[in-house]
């Protein structure tokens, strides 16, 4: 089954303001999801197939997986484009049956994510990106409000 939300919706359900700060995002995950979030870079990732993030899904936690950058708003935006998929419920259980063959040992669900990745214009994949630069603006809008704070207030 597959719970998507609207972008408007999950910004709303996250009911983190108008700005927050990364760390702040990844906690509001884990807490509307009930479960843990770990999030790696893998170098690999990316070097042959141009791949910069993925989302796994586990029983007790979610992983996602980023590609290096040198930018560190480059590799942020991997990851926000990561959070929005597992935040707006893109599960993209519906389709492919033949990838159950073909890879057995990865979950279903990532399978099919890393498949369609490749049509970045589906309206999951524009959500989300929708999604990710919602929550950039947010996160960059905190970042110069705290730094205005400090050249205040020392």
Not at 67 to 92: K, M, T
Not at 112 to 124: F, K, V
């Amino acid at each position: 089954m597959n719970n998507t939300v609207s972008v408007a919706t999950a910004v709303d359900e996250l009911a983190l303001g108008e700005t927050f700060t990364f760390d702040e995002l990844v906690v509001a995950v884990e807490r509307n999801r009930g479960r843990r979030l770990r999030i790696v870079e893998l170098a690999e990732l990316g070097v042959d197939d141009g791949l910069c993030a993925v989302w796994l899904g586990a029983d007790h936690q979610d992983l996602i997986l980023h590609a290096h950058s040198d930018s560190v708003l480059h590799r942020q935006q991997f990851v926000l484009h990561e959070l929005a998929h597992i935040i707006l419920g893109h599960n993209f259980d519906e389709e492919g049956q033949a990838v159950d063959f073909l890879l057995p040992d990865i979950p279903k669900e990532t399978r099919l994510r890393l498949l369609r990745r490749q049509n970045l214009d589906t309206a999951e994949e524009v959500d989300a990106e929708t999604l990710a630069d919602i929550f950039a603006a947010a996160i960059r809008r905190s970042t110069r409000n705290s730094s205005r704070f400090a050249e205040i207030f020392g």
